[in-house]
Structure formats: structure tokens, C-alpha cells
């Protein structure tokens, strides 16, 4: 029987599963650039949808290979050498297929497929059709980068284009102010909490001597106040991404985008990165009695507000973000005590339903105006407690805040703002007196 060497078959095949959707991408974004009219609809989704068909089918037999089907399961750690060396610094190209990674990227290679189809009718016709076909290929290869990072590095390059993409999707109807608006205050939540993870990263390299994920595991022998700086630095950038507590205001302007991507990014890819994250550095948060304490106080925290608000939310899609904020917590919540296990099951079966419960959304509000929607009775409100009416009103207003934290994202506000209004100066320059939109 012929031996197959998986290792060097793996090593060939994670590279091709990441880039595979960015390339598809750039296909579509050159073959509308050398013609002088778009190309159909038609293939430019079928460019992207074939290119992700691969990169999932291409994570499933990786998923199966890890399972000794073929004989000896093949080495998770692939290192492909180095990306960079400056002085002391190096960043090394390494993937790390193990489990964890293996199951998120299955997760996230399955859920951009399905949205990608969805989207194929449901943004039909729409201005931005082709551009957000475009934007989605770079979103599935930033959500694999993160899956099957083996240092922290490359999980930050993914992490960063799940971050641009989704402040872009937010404001995907630029043509109105307020998906402007909320595009903007993602984008300057997700900059000052990014900070905290190029500091973590740094410090892990200057007390461990390196970012690769398999180097944490040295946290263990760190002083207590150093493992605790670490985690605490990552706790903030995933308090950002995940929409924690006290920086949890952006995801409900989020829903300004296409449905399509609320199911994807806030039900599926963007708030898990975050628990992802948690994920990865495991090591240091079982080194840390603090940072298990602290990670598990905002995560309940957070569940209770989202949990309270949701109940108060008219709106359909901003009750689906709140009831996403409770189970987000709960899952930080576990990572922070331990339960890992749990929490990968938990992300998985929580983003499914999320994704279908985001797709299903405008059919649901239909269905509910058609059959008709019963008040409930006066009688039945004035019997509330006073506690019961305090506690209603507070999460009316989200517990205002949305007011305090907005002092703090008001400088990030107005760079994003002068960032933004140069980036179309420069688009109108170069595109002839006039902006183009794919």
C-alpha cells in the first residue's frame, strides 16, 4: 500500500484553505478594473463561492486526516520559517492545525459558504453588490488566519481584517449618515482595544521569547504579575472585539449593515474571534488567578445587561444582538474559569444558531406583522414592581452607557472621521473627479 505522506500534503493545503478567498477576491476586483463594464453578477459569486467550496472542503479532510482515518495523524505545528526578523524580533510563519483550530475553521468555512449563497439573491441588484462580494473574501481569509494561527502575529493580521472588514460592512450604505456614523465608532472601539493587543503581544515576546501559541504554555512559570499584565492586556483587545462590557454600544449601530453580514460577523465570525482569542491563551489565564476573576465578572456582567436590554429592544435584529451579547458573556464566562471544552462546544452550536436566526430575521418580522402582534394588557404592566419598572427603565436607556463611553471614543471619533474624509479626497483624485462604486 502506498504510503501518504499528510504532512506534506497539510503543509501544502492550510495555505491554499486561508489565501484561497482573498485571491478569489482579487480576481473579481481585477476583472472589474481591466473591463470597461462590470462583470455578471453571476460570475463573480460563482469566483467566490468556488474558492470557498475548496477552502471548506479542503478544512474537512484536514479535520478528518486529525482524526488517524489515513494512518498516523499528521503534526499540528507547521512552520514554514519566518515572515520577518528585525534585530531580536521575529515573526514566524507557523500554523498551528490542532483541534480548536481545526474546529473553528470547519465553523467559519461552512458559515461564509452559507452566508455567501444566501447573499447571492438576498443582494441582488443592490449598488454595492460586487463590492461586497469583494469585502467577503478578505473577511473568510482573516477569519481562517485567526482559526489556524500558530503565532500571535499572524492571529493579529487575521484579527485585524475581521476588524477592518467588519467597520466597512457597517457602513456598507454610505450613502445615509447614521451606518457613517456607527462604522466609524466600531472602528475607533476596535483601534483602542487593539492597542491592548500589540502591547500583550510584545510582552509576551520580551518574558517568553517568543509569540508562537505553543509558547504560552511557559506562562505557567512566569511571576504572578507578569502572566496577569499579559492576560489582562488581551482581556481588553477581546472586550473590544466581543463587545464586553463597557464596550458593548457598538454592536447594535453594527446591525446598520446587510443582514447577511449580521448573521456572519455578529452572530458567527467576528464576536467569537474574541472567545477564539480567550482560547488560545489559555495558558495564561490558568497562571492567572486575576485574570480568571476579572475575565468571569465581565462576562457575567455583560450577560445580565444583555440579557435585561434584549427583553426591551423593539427592534428585531437589536434583540438578536443583545440575546448574542448574553451568550458571549456566558461563553467568556466559562473560558475564565476553565471549562474550554465547554466553551469550543458552546461558540459552535451558538454561532449556528445565530447565523440562522439573523438569515431568518425579515421573514420572521413579516410573518409576525401578517398573523399580528398582541399588546400586553395594562392591567398586567401596572402590576410590575417598582424594582421590576427601575430595572426596565435602565435597560431602556442600556444604563446611558452609551453616553460615558463615548467621552472616551471621541478623540479615536475624530481621527477615524479626518482618516476617512482623507481616504475620499484621495479616492476622488484618483478616480477622475468622482468616486467609483463596484
Known amino acids: ?87 531580536t524580533y521575529r515573526i514566524p510563519a507557523v500554523l498551528l492545525a490542532d483541534w480548536k483550530g481545526i474546529v473553528f475553521s470547519l465553523l467559519c468555512a461552512f458559515l461564509t459558504l452559507l452566508v455567501a449563497r444566501f447573499s447571492r439573491t438576498y443582494m441582488h441588484r443592490e449598488v454595492g453588490y460586487f463590492r461586497f462580494f469583494i469585502l467577503l473574501g478578505g473577511l473568510a481569509t482573516g477569519a481562517q488566519l485567526v482559526a489556524l494561527a500558530g503565532a500571535l502575529d499572524i492571529f493579529f493580521a487575521g ?23 456607527s462604522s466609524l465608532r466600531a472602528f475607533a472601539t476596535y483601534r483602542l482595544c487593539d492597542a491592548g493587543f500589540l502591547m500583550a503581544m510584545v510582552c509576551a515576546h520580551e518574558v517568553l521569547g517568543s509569540t508562537t501559541i505553543n509558547a504560552l504554555d511557559g506562562s505557567i512559570d512566569l511571576p504572578l504579575w507578569e502572566s496577569t499584565t499579559i492576560g489582562l492586556l488581551f482581556l481588553l483587545s477581546v472586550m473590544g472585539k466581543s463587545a464586553q462590557l463597557p464596550f458593548s454600544g457598538w454592536l447594535p449601530r453594527a446591525m446598520e449593515g446587510p443582514t447577511p453580514i449580521s448573521a456572519l460577523f455578529y452572530g458567527g465570525i467576528s464576536l467569537h474571534a474574541g472567545l477564539f482569542l480567550m482560547l488560545r491563551i489559555s495558558p495564561i489565564i490558568s497562571a492567572s488567578p486575576v485574570m480568571q476573576v476579572v475575565g468571569a465578572v465581565v462576562g457575567m456582567s455583560t450577560a445580565i445587561y444583555a440579557a435585561a436590554v434584549a427583553r426591551t429592544n423593539p427592534d428585531a435584529k437589536g434583540a438578536l444582538a443583545h440575546a448574542t451579547l448574553c451568550q458571549v458573556g456566558l461563553i467568556l464566562a466559562e473560558i475564565s474559569l476553565g471549562f474550554t471544552t465547554l466553551a469550543l462546544v458552546h461558540i459552535s452550536g451558538h454561532a449556528l444558531l445565530r447565523v440562522w436566526q439573523y438569515l431568518r430575521a425579515p421573514n420572521a418580522i413579516h410573518d409576525a406583522h401578517r398573523i399580528g402582534v398582541h399588546a400586553v394588557p395594562a392591567e398586567e404592566s401596572q402590576t410590575q414592581s417598582v424594582l421590576e419598572r427601575r430595572v426596565y427603565a435602565a435597560a431602556l436607556h442600556r444604563l446611558r452607557l452609551d453616553d460615558r463611553i463615548d467621552s472616551i471614543l471621541d478623540p479615536f471619533m475624530v481621527l477615524a472621521r479626518a482618516l476617512d474624509k482623507f481616504d475620499r479626497r484621495v479616492r476622488v483624485l484618483f478616480g477622475g473627479g468622482k468616486e467609483r462604486d463596484p
Open 159 to 181: 484579527w485585524e481584517l475581521i476588524g477592518i472588514g467588519s467597520a466597512l460592512f457597517i457602513g456598507f450604505f454610505h450613502e445615509r449618515a447614521e451606518p457613517v456614523r
Open 1 to 87: 500500500m502506498t504510503h501518504i505522506d499528510l504532512d506534506a500534503i497539510q503543509r501544502i493545503a492550510l495555505p491554499v484553505l486561508i489565501l484561497l478567498p482573498i485571491a478569489a477576491s482579487a480576481i473579481v476586483g481585477l476583472l472589474i478594473m481591466a473591463s470597461s463594464r462590470y462583470p455578471s453578477e453571476r460570475t463573480a459569486t460563482r469566483i467566490l463561492e468556488v474558492a470557498l467550496t475548496i477552502s471548506l472542503v479542503l478544512s474537512a479532510f484536514i479535520a478528518i486526516c486529525a482524526t488517524g482515518v489515513f494512518g498516523a495523524a499528521p503534526s499540528t505545528l507547521v512552520d514554514y520559517g519566518a515572515l520577518l526578523e528585525l534585530g
